[in-house]
């Protein structure tokens, strides 16, 4: 840890006339997994999809390892080591679960050093290699989320963008893909920016977090202080502050502090 | 006592088609033949009826509400109250946000011989406590599940309280409290009290005497616990008389009411003087939708406070900003010609015809549509009280022809004490004394004013009371200023915040304070040095325009601490500062500052409900910092 991998300084990125990121600026170091938590519609997904090139940003610089990679082609951000899980999986349905990790390291050409990433994959998710023969279409929900995992390892990434991995699965697989990201992240030294609407696993998981709301960052600290904070607690973490009647339904006002 | 202004007697005048005393100050104040607000209220709804007295969003959809309703809730609320055992001269205290049921409670309250209180929302459950208590309420009302919480959180110091009655039920269905009610049922409770004992109502306001205490208005007490000024029913009328003659309201004029109720200036603007001129007041739907209310209300007048103002003039200048390059030209150019007008207006000089057709022109191709895109286009005038405002927004509205008029009050003198008016307006000072407002100032500096409006001491508490009249019965303000040789009267400082350096030189801090709140990045500021070799300041930024600066210059920030902390910001505040310190002498001079980094909100006890810092708080919570400076 210490050296810093991405620098995102002042990024605003619109949908059209909308602005969906208002000046966001965000560090990510060497071997760290940053979280950035926030309800629907705060600019989350915006923000992984201008790092990697998908959006371009109006303003801002984004620095990845002290190059600007901002407004940049897609296919080159990954050439620069940037890997981008997207949203809701996006697995090949058609191909084998083995094609599509395949595709994952399209860009690379060095056989041997793909085959033992394959291996790892294999290792990290044992189900996956069960199913190499499956078409990804029919793999249940967690599979897939796997498997996109999977695919992006297979780059050997020097940072991973990972938008909700958490989507739409059982409480017991989010605690069982997030125990498998941990480790990727202590015995891989995979570095990670993850976007989470589950605060919990998000901020367990995380080393810093930042929480973005209406396109702006609020608040950023690290995990520990985050949880502590009784705007995080009542707002991400559904702590239920009982007011004397037992039942509340108003909440207190977001203070960020 | 160097200059002061005397009331002269006369009759009564007709102002817009309400007949009122024509010199105000002179007893009996009257307001079309009343001499109490409660019978000017029963007058009103009996004339007006069906008319329009209200408006509030329902869903989202204008709701109308006829002076009918006004009246008949007021009195089944006023009545319920009574057969709950509501005595003459007692207070009953409203937590609530603006709505129409506040002005019902508040005038329910009244009829019956009640004196009403209200509470700031942003209050917490311990100030509500100590509220109750100094003011021996026995009936409270409460907007809704939040704010009932804050009684039961406090419920068994207060037990005093005989009945809560709750405005808004949503999410209380299953509430069972002995002392909960919601006010259907008072509604219901009251009617049937009308039923047999018919015309107690109407008995009980004939009763009501001039003199009679009207309101409790808690002043917000920068020091100490807040104290309950007492305002009577003729503080109210001649606070009303001396409205008329110097804000006039035209019948059927439309309001828009946002500020809190609790507040003196809003509860004339929006309760009491209405009623005098037949206004109908629209409530905003909550604080963030104020502009967009203020755009569908598009009011005849707007008072509002310094902040407001700023906000409007901040989201046009961005808006100016972002727009084309032609459209960029364009808005400048018509400010220009704005300017050029407003100075000639402001000067009370003739506007040259040449300015004139220029101005016609941008006015008709910009200045109009933005006019009509804010909501002020059918605005006659515009107010601002409650805190100093800078003299270059008040030209700027000009320019863009609204008329902005600076006016100054307190609680203690019913809230109107001077104002400018349109064509006798000195931007910079609060105007002249208003009609019926005498004026003068103590030898000390001190602003003092005598009249009908000023207040009958604060409830129970004779000691403060005695404190805050002269000898010869004048109210002694607090606030040093000066009339000048045309008798407009400007604000300096509060005489109790007056700083003694440890060189033995006397400063007004809030001089060099409202200097630095003029910038557009500074929202307040806490002038430091009692007892100090020099002047520190605590400044409190205005998120909106520096997070915008920092982002165009491409300063990156993530959370409010961390645009503190960034070294553009404090490079941008400490021009500021300069800029202000070129104006002061060397010992007035800000040595030093620092930047309060945790973004303040009105829960927190360093702010006042109007958002402004609170010297003795802040000194206190921001220690380490002050120390940091010397």
């Known amino acids: 840890m210490g050296e810093t991998v991405l620098d995102i300084q002042n990024i605003e990125s619109f949908y059209g006339p909308i602005m969906a990121i208002r000046g966001v600026s965000l560090k990510v170091e060497q071997g760290q997994v940053v979280t950035v938590l926030g309800a629907n519609g705060a600019g989350k997904s915006t923000l992984l999809k201008t790092i990697s090139g998908i959006m371009d940003p109006e303003k801002g610089q984004i620095l990845f390892e002290g190059r600007e990679i901002q407004g940049m082609e897609p296919h080159k951000v990954v050439g620069r080591g940037i890997v981008h899980v997207p949203e809701g999986r996006e697995v090949f349905p058609l191909l084998t679960v083995e094609e599509n990790l395949t595709l994952g390291a399209y860009t690379r050409s060095d056989k041997a050093e793909i085959e033992k990433d394959r291996q790892m994959v294999f290792d990290y998710f044992p189900i996956l290699a069960e199913r190499r023969h499956q078409e990804a279409g029919t793999l249940s929900g967690g599979q897939q989320q796997m498997l996109a995992i999977g695919r992006g390892l297979m780059l050997r990434p020097k940072i991973m963008l990972l938008d909700e991995p958490s989507l739409g699965l059982s409480p017991l697989l989010v605690q069982e893909i997030f125990a498998i990201l941990k480790r990727l992240n202590k015995e891989e030294g995979v570095t990670m920016m993850l976007v989470e609407q589950n605060a919990r696993v998000a901020l367990e998981l995380a080393d810093m977090g930042y929480v973005m709301e209406v396109g702006r960052i609020v608040m950023d600290d690290t995990s520990e202080r985050l949880m502590e904070s009784e705007d995080i607690k009542a707002f991400y973490l559904g702590h239920q502050e009982d007011g004397a009647r037992g039942e509340r339904r108003w909440k207190r006002k977001k203070t960020w502090r | ?630």
């Open chain 2, 1 to 630: 006592m160097n200059s002061h202004t005397r009331p002269t007697p006369a009759k009564q005048i007709e102002i817009n088609g309400v007949i009122v005393s024509a010199v105000p100050g002179q007893k009996p104040a009257l307001v079309d033949g009343c001499d109490t607000i409660v019978s000017l209220f029963q007058k009103r709804c009996e004339q007006l009826a069906a008319r329009t007295a209200h408006r509030e969003k329902d869903l989202g959809i204008w709701q109308s509400y006829s002076w009918q309703d006004y009246w008949t809730h007021a009195k089944w609320l006023g009545l319920g109250l009574r057969a709950l055992g509501l005595a003459r001269g007692e207070v009953v205290s409203i937590l609530s946000e603006d709505r129409k049921e506040w002005l019902y409670a508040d005038m329910g309250i009244q009829c019956v011989g009640g004196i009403a209180s209200g509470v700031y929302t942003t209050d917490s459950a311990s100030q509500l406590e100590y509220l109750l208590r100094d003011s021996g309420s026995r009936f409270l009302f409460v907007e809704n599940d939040e704010q009932l919480d804050k009684f039961l959180e406090i419920e068994d110091q207060a037990s005093r309280v005989e009945k809560v009655i709750i405005l808004d039920q949503d999410g209380l269905h299953d509430l069972r409290h002995e002392k909960c009610v919601f006010l259907d049922d008072l509604y219901e409770t009251g009617r049937a009290y009308e039923a047999e004992n018919h015309g107690v109502f109407e008995a009980e306001i004939a009763k009501t005497r001039p003199e009679d205490t009207a309101l409790l208005i808690y002043t917000s007490g920068t020091t100490g616990m807040p104290k309950g000024a007492m305002l009577s029913q003729e503080n109210v009328i001649s606070a009303c008389v001396s409205g008329a003659h110097a804000l006039p309201t035209q019948d059927h004029d439309e309001q828009l009411c946002f500020l809190p109720l609790c507040h003196i200036l809003e509860r004339n603007v929006s309760v009491y003087f209405p009623i005098a001129g037949k206004a109908t007041v629209n409530f905003a739907e909550s604080p963030e939708t104020v502009f967009d209310n203020l755009r569908e209300v598009s009011p005849a007048h707007f008072t509002a406070v310094p902040r407001v103002w700023e906000k409007v003039y901040s989201r046009v200048r961005v808006l100016a900003q972002e727009a084309t390059p032609i459209g960029r030209l364009c808005f400048n150019l018509a400010i220009k010609t704005g300017l050029k007008r407003a100075d000639y207006l402001l000067a009370r000089k003739p506007v040259p015809l040449g300015v004139r057709a220029h101005y016609a022109v941008w006015d008709m191709l910009v200045l109009r549509n933005l006019r009509r895109m804010l909501g002020m286009d059918k605005m006659r005038r515009g107010g601002t009280g409650a805190a100093p405002i800078s003299p270059e927004l008040i030209r700027w509205y000009w320019a863009i022809g609204v008329q902005l008029l600076e006016g100054y009050g307190m609680t203690e003198n019913a809230g109107l004490a001077s104002i400018n008016l349109p064509n006798d307006n000195k931007i910079g000072s609060v105007g002249r004394p208003c009609p019926g407002v005498g004026t003068r100032i103590a030898d000390d500096g001190e602003i003092q004013t005598l009249g009908l409006n000023n207040f009958q001491g604060y409830w129970r508490n004779n000691e403060k009371t005695a404190e805050t009249f002269t000898e010869d019965g004048w109210l002694r303000t607090g606030d040093v200023g000066k009339l000048d040789d045309d008798g407009f009267l400007t604000i300096t400082g509060r005489l109790k915040d007056i700083i003694i350096t440890a060189g033995g030189k006397n400063i007004t801090p809030a001089e060099i304070e409202s200097r630095l709140k003029f910038s557009h990045y500074i929202s307040d500021a806490v002038v430091i040095g009692d007892a100090r070799k020099y002047l520190t300041c605590l400044i409190m930024i205005d998120q909106e325009n520096v997070e915008k600066y920092a982002q165009d210059r491409k300063v990156p920030f993530s959370d409010f601490a961390s645009l503190c902390a960034s070294q553009e910001v404090v490079d941008l505040i400490k021009g500021e500062v300069e800029e202000v310190n070129h104006a002061f002498a060397r010992v007035e001079q800000i040595k030093d500052f620092r930047l309060i980094n945790v973004l303040l909100t009105a829960e927190d006890e360093e702010l006042t409900a109007t958002m402004k810092l609170k010297r003795s708080f802040v000194e206190k919570k921001h220690a380490g910092l002050i120390e940091e400076m010397y």
